[in-house]
Every structure is written in C-alpha cells, then in structure tokens.
C-alpha cells in the first residue's frame, strides 16, 4: 500500500473508467492508452518488467492502434451513437456493480490465508527466455500457430469481399 | 489489508469496469476494449499472484500474462477485423441493429 | 536397424503429401500436379525397391526377413496405443508392385486424362489413393491398416465418381462406398473383438503381438457361444472387410459400376490396390486365417480357410458366367477380375499366402495392361465402349493389339509363356490336392475355360473383323452417352493412342509375359520368398505331386475355350452392330440373365434396399406420429402451465401482489431475452453466472 501503487492505480482506474464513459470514441480509446499505461506501470512495479513493456508494446503500440483504425474505417467517431435506455445501461452497470461486489468479497475473505511473499521475485528476460525454449515450448508453438492464423484470418474477414477473391 | 489484496481488488475493479463498459456501450468497438480490459485485468491477477504467491521462481505467473498478451493480440486483430466485415455488410457498428440471429 | 526399414513410411508418405499439395495447388497447374503425383511415386518405387533388395540381403545373410518399426501414438487409461510398419517378403512384394504398377497408371494417365479440366484434382485423388494403399500395406498394426483402409474407401468413392455429373457415375462411386462399407462393420467389428482378447492390434511385437503365437494359441483356446473359438469368429469378420473390398462374391455389385470412373482409375482399382487390398489382408491376417483348434497338423484346414475357399471359388466361378454375356468392354474385364479375385481368395485358402499372392502380383500385371489397353481403344474410339460398335482395330491400332492380346492370353493362362499359366495353375495344382473338397477344383477349371471363352470373344468383337464404327458415327447419341466423349476432340476414324499412353502398356506386357518365370514349380523362387525357404531350380518337380496332369489339363482347357471362342466368334466376322451374340442364339434367356449379371442388383433392391425403404418408412411414421405426438403432448402440458401462470398472473396482480407479479413477469422478460440476438443480453448472462459461480464457490468454501 504505498503511495506509488495508490497512484498508478488512480490513474488506470481513471483511465479505464473514462474509457468506458466517454461519448467521442477516438476519446475512449486514448483513456483506454492511458489505463493501459497505467497498467504497465503497475506490472513494472510488481518486477514483471517483460510483461509491463509486452504490455506497451502490444496493447499501448498495436491494439489502441488497430482499435482507432477501425474506428476511422467505421466512421464511428462521429458521436452518432443513440443514447441507449436509461434501464439497459442501468442494469448492466448494476450487473457489473455485484461482480464487483462479488470478486471483492471473494478477494477479501480469500487471501486471509495466503503466506505472503516478501521477497522480490525476479523474472529477467534470460530466464523467461529459458523457460520458453524448455518448459513452455509447446504452448510457444501453439501460440505462433494461433497468431499465424489469426493473421491470416483477419486478412481475409477484412478483405473486401465485393472487390473479388483472387 | 496485505500488499497483494490491494492488486487484486485493483484487477477487480478492472474487471467490473471493462464488464460495465461491455454490457452498457452500443458500439461493437467499445463492448471489444471492454473485453480486452477484463482480459487485463486477468493479467493482472496472474502478475500479482506471481509476485506474492509460493513458488515465484517457477515463472508461471509471467508465462500466463505473456501468453494471455498473445491471445488478447490475436483476438483484437481478428475481432475487429470481424467488425469491418460486419461494417460493410451492414453499414452499422451498433450492436443493436445486429440481431439477424435473433431467434 | 536399417535405414530403409526406419523409413518405410515414406513410401506411403510421399504421394499423400503430394496429394495434399496439388491439393493446395490451382487448378491450371496441371504440371505441378502431374508430375509431383509421378516423382513421388518415383521416389516411392525406389524406395521399395531399396525395401526389396534389404529383405533379399537379410535373406542371403540368413537373418529373419522380418522388420518391425513401432512407436506409440497415444495413451489411454494406463495403456499406450501403438501403431507402427513391418517389413517382410509380403510387404516388399506388394510395395514394389502397387508403387510399379502405379507409376505406369499415372504415367498413362497424363495422355489419357489431357483433355480433363479437373486434371489437377485428379492427380490429388489418385496419389491420395495410391498413397493410402501402400499405408494399407506397411501398417503393422490392424489399426492403422484400417485408417488406410478406410482412406481408399473413400479415395475410390472420390474417383469413381470423378465425372459426378455423370448421374451414373456418381450413384456408381455411392454404391461402392456403401457396398464396402457393408463389408467394413463386420471387419471393424473383428478388429474390437480382436483388442478385447488379445489386448494388442499390433501384428508382430516381438512375440506380443497379434499375430504372433501365443496370441493366436489364446485366441484358439477361447471358444464361444456358437461353438466357434475366437480365432475363427475374428477372422470371419476380417474376411467380410475383405470380401467387401475385393468384390466377393454376395459383395461384387459395386465393381462392375465402378467402371463409371476414368479408365485408369479401373486400372488402379482393380488391378493394383484397392481390390487387392483384401486379398492382402487375407494374406497379412493369414496366421490368424489358418489357426485352428485341435492339434496342429498340415491336413487340417481351419474353418476360415475353408469359407475363404468356397466364396472364392464361388466368385471365381460367377463373375466367369456372367462376364460371357456383357457388351461392354470394361464390363467384361470387370467380371472377369471378380472372377479372378475369387481365384485368389481360392488360391489363399487351399494353397497359402504364396500361392493367392503369386496370382494376386501377375494378374496385377495382366489386369492393368488389360484395362490401360481398353482405355486406349475407348480413346481411340472416341470414348465407345460397346464392343458391338468396334471391330477391326487389330489393322488400325497396332501396339494396343498386340499388347492386349499379350495380356489377354496371360488371363487366359495360355501355356508356358504367359504369366497367368503359372499362377492359374499353381492355385488349381493346390485345389486339386485340397482335402476337403473337390468341388473348388472343377469350379475353378470351369472358370478357366470360360475365361478363355469370353476373352477369345472380346477381342474377336474388338480387334477382329471389319470396323463397325461408322455405321453408328451419324447416330451421335450412343458416343454422347458416355462421359468419355467430353474429353476427346470427336474425330471419327479410331487411331492409336499418343506414346504416353502405349510405352506403358509395352512395359506392362513385358512384365506380363516374363513374371510367371518366377514361380514355376521347377523354380519356386516366389513362393520359396514369401515362405522363407530356399529354392532350388529342379526340374523333376513337375512330375512330383501330379503337377502334370493337372498342368496338361489346364492346358487343354485353355485351348478349349479359346477354339470355342474362335468358333463362335473368330469363324466369320461379325457383321453389324445390330446382329445378336452368337452364344445368346443358343439360349437367349440364360443369356439376357448372364447379361443383366443373374439380377443381382435387382434382388438387392428387392431386398435389401427395399427393407431399408421400409425400415425409413415406419420411422418416419414413428417420428411423424409417435415421437411427434409425445413432443406436443408435452408442449401442450407447457401451455397449459403458461395459462396456469398467466391466469395466476393477471390474478395475483389484481389481488395486489404488486412487487411478487413484477418479479415475475421481469423474470420471464429476462428468459425470453435469452433468445433475442443481442449479444450484450448474452454477455450479462454469463456475467450473472459468473456471480452465482463464485457466491457458490465461497460459500462453499465457508462451510
């Protein structure tokens, strides 16, 4: 609980809140950047620096990217959206209200009885390196499979159909 | 309350917020982020667990997180590919209007 | 272990991945398909020849001929499934011919399929084909066998039906899909029980497997309800696959209608693989074939052999009858290897592996020259297959002539030179000295003639005479019946077929002259191979054991049916189209039944078919009715509970329940919602569950 974590987690929560909240689009996804941000900066500061800059890399450098892009494409920016019915936003705002409540009760009366780690952990680069080339090859391979296909599958789902396959 | 449930009860937080912004927006782009967010916040009870949980040099916690990223990466690209196709087809991105598979 | 026999799987490799990549390929890359399905075939043939010579080394070297590779596939329970090749004398045999053989088919193929526009896929289907069969015979296991089994099954159904928009062509790759399937319940069957006893499918595992002795003595000893031991009941049940696969005699139907496919793909069907599958499965099962109960002793025949025996010289005999009567050219080499098939079947009961076998690699031989050498005629022709309509090819198509009448004298068994004299014999020789019978004997001598008798005939029609193919060639609607004609540019007159296509058919009669030398009784050395022992080159065999009455009269026999061939056909040309059979004056009804093959496919209809209309029938009214009517019997229950709710309702609410009817009804909003389409109306789904699940869960754990 020190004030680096208060603070790192203000600004996700910020962030993120606003990036659900927001009418402009293009709006939503740089306070999604931020949370994301945010994020990173927490998994740098639990010593996960691999992951915090995977973090940035992937979600900041490419996904907030590729979400704007298709917001361009879907010429969503303009805030056309029609304000949903106040009970349709209502009641899924309620819904995510009890998993909140839910997830913090199970939080709450769950780690009572966890050994806490005092330790910091370390995970360089070299050993996750290692790790990957040994114990966590095959997930590695299905993972590149996966990619690959996804790849290749949001070429075609994002060619344009009318234009003709080749 | 111990270092570890103040990150959780942030993932928590993450979770409700992406789900909010999944279940309450219109737009398929936005209910995507919501869904990306509550991956994230996955993530981030894997990192918080790696951290303070038995057995850290196992790297299991940072594994996951990094394979989630992946994942996450793949079903962005593909989802969003899927809402331009769906974009053209329909000229919409509310979800709204996209109910031919009602029942 | 040698490299050859760790790396037997490539043969069988190498056209399926060639398949799977012209599969990838366009369809004008007609090269690329082409000659991937060739090279790899190439590489195949080396490769089994390389298989070939290492079990002749192993052979000289005096060491066992007999080569495993396994490796485990998956685990269950507490138990590893193992699949895995062997290489003995058989698999080298049947390598080398299915990949020779092959080669030679696909090499025809390219001239033959030229003007195909779906070329390319064809080249994919037939290294799929051929590539499944050569899986079908390294597999060492009854599993993997059955993979590969299954994968020509379905590789056959692909070509049969090749020209599906040939109605007839596609109902023809239908019913041999589901003609073998018949036979494969049976043969799966055997394979469970098979596990279930002996625990292993592998075939040898160094003493463990299946086929080893201590297996089958299980096997032997375990008898069942109907007073059968095991051994047998397996191995029955093999022998439906097997009898479904090469067309025994209650399974033949589908053959015969194969013919709707591409000529090569006859050829490869049956000639070379698919047919011959079951017979080598006969050959592969063999030890469990031949076992047993009682004391082992050489003039005993198992109950296996013997129904392998008495179908096959069944078949041997029907497909013989029937083949006299039919009109059409591939028809009757069709019959003629049902009839052949039966031979096998027949030489493998009474005589052994090395004797149906023996058969089983020359009339691969004679038969695919026979079927490429039809092909070259139907190409000639235009695509006419009626031998009615041909006639005087002999002066116009020489090299088909000579190289068809090559083989046509090898099916025959014409004496001494050809091929099929030694084979035929050898198998007739083994009935002849059959303690359980005679009767197999003089079927299969009957056969004998009758084949010279209708082969005489075909190639009188065909290559005899004068050409009777103009006078047909202003009635256009016979040469368009035929899918054959799409492919070829109409140009009248009959002419020989391009080099591609006859250097085959030349390679193939050398080999169909030539091959019977090696397993003449003075010098066995083809049998001596299978069997593992040694043969020495001893003239005086032919008089031991009457081997020469026997070959005397098989001679005889021949040249009977060939004399009466060329009486009734050869005597004066036939001179028109409409003139009836000369046989068929003799006895026009026995011939019109001969010629619709004795109705078989009518009382399958009648039968079978018909039962199965029936069987659809009643459960259609089941459905309709019974099950119907209890569905709306409960439906209406589900009404008459909403009403029940609705009235309750309306009632409750009147009553002033306010807050209780409120929940209901928003209740019964949320579960028609479910259905709405919406995926958000989803998402909240999940999301209760996902609260009721870890309210669950941490009660739970409370407690």
């Known amino acids: 609980m020190t004030i680096s974590f208060l603070l790192l987690a203000a600004i996700t929560i910020a962030g993120t809140a606003a990036a659900m909240s927001l009418r402009n689009l293009v709006h939503c996804v740089l306070a999604l950047t931020l949370g994301l941000v945010g994020l990173a900066a927490l998994y740098l500061q639990l010593g996960a620096q691999f992951v915090g800059f995977t973090q940035i890399l992937v979600y900041v450098g490419a996904v907030a990217i590729l979400a704007v892009f298709a917001i361009m494409m879907t010429r969503s920016a303009e805030p056309t959206e029609p304000h949903g019915s106040s009970s349709f936003q209502l009641s899924g705002a309620l819904i995510a209200g009890i998993v909140f409540a839910v997830l913090a009760w199970a939080v709450s009366s769950g780690t009572k009885a966890l050994q806490v780690q005092t330790l910091q952990p370390e995970a360089s680069v070299n050993q996750i390196g290692v790790a990957l080339m040994h114990g966590f090859v095959l997930p590695l391979e299905v993972i590149g499979l996966l990619l690959t296909a996804a790849l290749i599958g949001a070429g075609v789902l994002a060619m344009d159909e009318t234009r003709g396959a080749r | 309350m111990s270092p570890m449930s103040g990150y959780l009860l942030l993932s928590a937080l993450l979770f409700s917020i992406g789900l909010a912004g999944a279940l309450t927006r219109r737009n398929a782009i936005l209910v995507l982020i919501g869904i990306e967010l509550m991956l994230n916040a996955a993530n981030l009870n894997f990192i918080a667990f790696w951290r303070y949980g038995p057995n850290p040099e196992a790297l299991t916690g940072v594994m996951f997180a990094i394979f989630s990223i992946s994942v996450a990466a793949a079903e962005a690209a593909v989802g969003l590919s899927i809402i331009l196709a769906v974009y053209r087809h329909s000229k919409t991105t509310n979800l709204d209007k996209m109910n031919s598979m009602k029942g | ?703």
């Open chain 3, 1 to 703: 272990m040698n490299w050859i026999v760790q790396n037997l799987w490539l043969v069988p490799a190498l056209p399926i991945l060639a398949a799977g990549i012209s599969a990838l390929a366009k369809r004008k890359s007609r090269v690329l398909a082409a000659s991937l399905a060739i090279g790899s075939m190439a590489i195949s043939f080396l490769l089994s020849l390389w298989a070939f010579a290492h079990v002749l080394w192993l052979r000289n070297h005096g060491e066992a001929s007999l080569q495993i590779f396994d490796f485990r596939w998956f685990q269950f329970g507490n138990q590893w499934l193992s699949l895995g090749w062997v290489l003995n004398p058989l698999t080298a045999v049947m390598l080398v011919m299915v990949t020779f053989v092959g080669l030679l088919i696909f090499i025809y193929s390219v001239g033959y399929m030229a003007h195909d526009e779906n070329f390319t896929r064809f080249f994919c289907f037939l290294a799929l084909f051929a590539g499944a069969m050569l899986g079908v015979v390294i597999a060492n296991s009854l599993l993997l066998l059955f993979m590969c089994w299954e994968i020509v099954g379905l590789t056959s159904y692909l070509l049969i039906g090749f020209w599906y928009s040939n109605p007839k062509a596609a109902a023809a790759g239908k019913k041999a899909f589901i003609v073998t399937r018949i036979g494969d319940i049976p043969f799966f069957l055997g394979m469970v029980w098979l596990y279930g006893q002996s625990g292993t499918l592998l075939f040898y595992n160094g003493g463990a497997g299946c086929l080893e002795p201590s297996a089958i003595n299980y096997l032997v000893a375990q008898t069942t309800t109907i007073g059968i031991c095991a051994a047998t009941g397996i191995a029955l049940l093999i022998f439906c696959g097997a009898v479904g696969k090469s067309g025994q005699f209650p399974l033949h139907v589908w053959l015969p209608d194969a013919m709707e496919g591409p000529t090569p793909v006859s050829a490869l069907i049956h000639a070379a693989t698919m047919v011959a599958a079951g017979v080598f499965l006969v050959a592969r099962v063999y030890p469990l074939m031949s076992a047993h109960a009682g004391i082992a002793s050489v003039l005993t025949t198992s109950t296996a052999l013997q129904a392998v025996t008495w179908v096959g010289s069944i078949t041997a005999l029907f497909g013989a009858l029937i083949a006299v009567a039919q009109y059409d050219i591939k028809r009757i080499l069709a019959y003629s290897t049902v009839s052949q098939l039966g031979y096998m079947m027949m030489g493998l009961g009474v005589g052994g592996v090395s004797v149906g076998m023996f058969h089983l690699i020359t009339h691969a031989f004679f038969k695919s020259l026979l079927f490429l050498g039809a092909g070259s005629v139907i190409h000639g022709c235009s695509g006419e297959q009626d031998i009615r309509r041909m006639g005087g090819l002999g002066r116009l198509m020489p090299v088909t002539f000579a190289t068809y009448a090559v083989g046509m004298l090898a099916l025959c068994g014409f004496p001494l030179l050809f091929s099929g004299f030694w084979s035929k014999d050898e198998i007739l020789h083994a009935a002849h000295t059959w303690n359980i019978s005679q009767a197999p004997f003089y079927m299969g001598a009957f056969a004998a003639l009758l084949t010279a008798f209708y082969m005489s005939r075909q190639v009188f029609y065909v290559f005899g005479g004068k050409s009777r193919l103009a006078e047909e060639t202003a009635d256009l609607s016979h040469s368009l019946a035929s899918p054959d004609t799409t492919n070829h540019h109409g140009s009248s007159a009959p002419h020989e077929s391009p080099a591609v296509m006859t250097i085959p058919l030349m390679i193939l009669s050398v080999f169909a002259l030539l091959l019977g030398f090696l397993g003449t009784p003075a010098w066995p050395w083809f049998q001596s191979f299978l069997e593992d022992t040694q043969a020495p080159l001893d003239f005086s065999a032919f008089s031991t054991g009457g081997m020469l009455p026997v070959m005397l009269s098989s001679s005889v026999i021949v040249l009977l049916g060939l004399t009466i061939g060329w009486w009734f056909y050869g005597r004066k040309p036939i001179e028109s189209v409409d003139a009836p059979d000369n046989v068929g004056r003799l006895s026009p009804s026995i011939f019109s039944a001969l010629g619709n093959a004795l109705y078989f496919d009518a009382i399958y209809g009648a039968t079978f078919v018909k039962l199965n209309t029936q069987l659809s029938k009643i459960s259609d009214w089941l459905d309709r009715w019974v099950w119907n009517g209890a569905v709306q019997t409960v439906t209406q229950i589900v009404f008459g509970f909403a009403y029940l709710d609705n009235f309750l309702d309306t009632h409750v609410v009147n009553s002033g329940f306010d807050g209780g009817c409120q929940g209901v009804s928003r209740s019964g909003q949320i579960l028609s919602l479910l259905q709405a389409g919406r995926i958000q109306r989803y998402l909240k789904i999940v999301a209760g569950a996902l609260i009721v699940f870890t309210i669950l869960l941490l009660w739970k754990a409370k407690i």
